[in-house]
């Protein structure tokens, strides 16, 4: 049995150690703002590289995890040498001039993904969602600029009209579109041991969540592959809200849902972190087996916690709201019994720390 070891069991010098194979479980990880969520999800990463082969896909929206794969100081030789030996893959946003940046292909996206985009409606907008319909036919191999030109130069006038609504939401111009360039998709189908899609450098509110699409829906077209994948999605709440806005919001949601309720037997497993249990939508926090929690105060979602996870025994889920930073709760398949857990230190480089007060 694979052991992933995360720190030791509070009050003792015991490791605390997670079962590797119940990764095949979706896990929720939560604790309030600053209460170590994303340094202990370092912490179990590590981890997963170093002792499993298992793939992981991050969803990254603050950069913190663009150096996975960089060991500290530190670190011991041994094992700074097998970080530094894993394919790790960061595709950027933020920092455009270094290494590789992140890309997914419009044209690659499904027709109700496209249409999510350009904010179409298969009812009211029945001719222009038709004529996406029937042109995505066609269009295959096309690049963007001729997909562009063929619909503006057509003579139908539902082509045309596609094209100005194309051009109005100036959709074409999002950074994150691959232009012919390499996609993230095409990077992810290789199955490196990690990809990190470094996702909150965008302009445009709605590209970060595009991308995400992109590579989940990816993902999911070909879940009957059969390749397992730990789809890591840290601050969850702007990937599947409880209550989605725009269309690609809806879509996205919709997507995480069914990957929630299905991609379990396919090897798509979750592991959404956030920071209120409220702010995931239900039906993907219901299907969580795991549990990781940190700090928590509010006594509303302690409660709502005790409530979906069942085998989180509710005392100790109370407990929480009395831990230091650094102090976690496990609970679920991938231990024996609910067990705190002292963090254990981290073997690579956080990449965004917290903004510093400047100081005289
Ligand atoms: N176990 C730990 N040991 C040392 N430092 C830690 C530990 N846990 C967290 N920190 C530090 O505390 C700060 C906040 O932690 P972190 O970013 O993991 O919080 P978070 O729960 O992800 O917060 P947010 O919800 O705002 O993203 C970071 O600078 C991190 O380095
Ligand atoms: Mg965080």
Redesign the pocket.
Known sequence: MTQLPI?TVFGTTEPAELNAAKLNRHTFWC?????????????LLEQVLLRTELPILVLDP?A?FVRLGEPRAETDAATAAALRGLDVRVLHSTQRDVGEALKVRFLGLSVPSKAAVLRLDPIADAEEYNMLLRINRFAEGFDESTYMSTLRESSNPAQVQLAMRIENLQVMEWDVWSRGALAATDVIAERPRVTVLDLGGFTHPSEPKAAALAVLEQLWARREERRPILIVI??AHNICPPNPQSPVERALTALVQLIAAEGRKFGLWLLL???RPTKIHPNVLSQCDNLGL??MNSPRDLLELSEVFGYAPEAMVQASSSFV???ALFAGGFLAEPAFV?????LTI?G???VRVPLS
Request: charged share 25%.
């Open positions: 720190g604790g309030q703002s600053g209460s170590g969520k994303t340094y202990a999800l370092g912490v603050n913190d840290d601050e972190s956030t920071q940190m700090r930073q650094g102090r002292q963090m254990g230190p981290r956080e965004g720390a917290d």
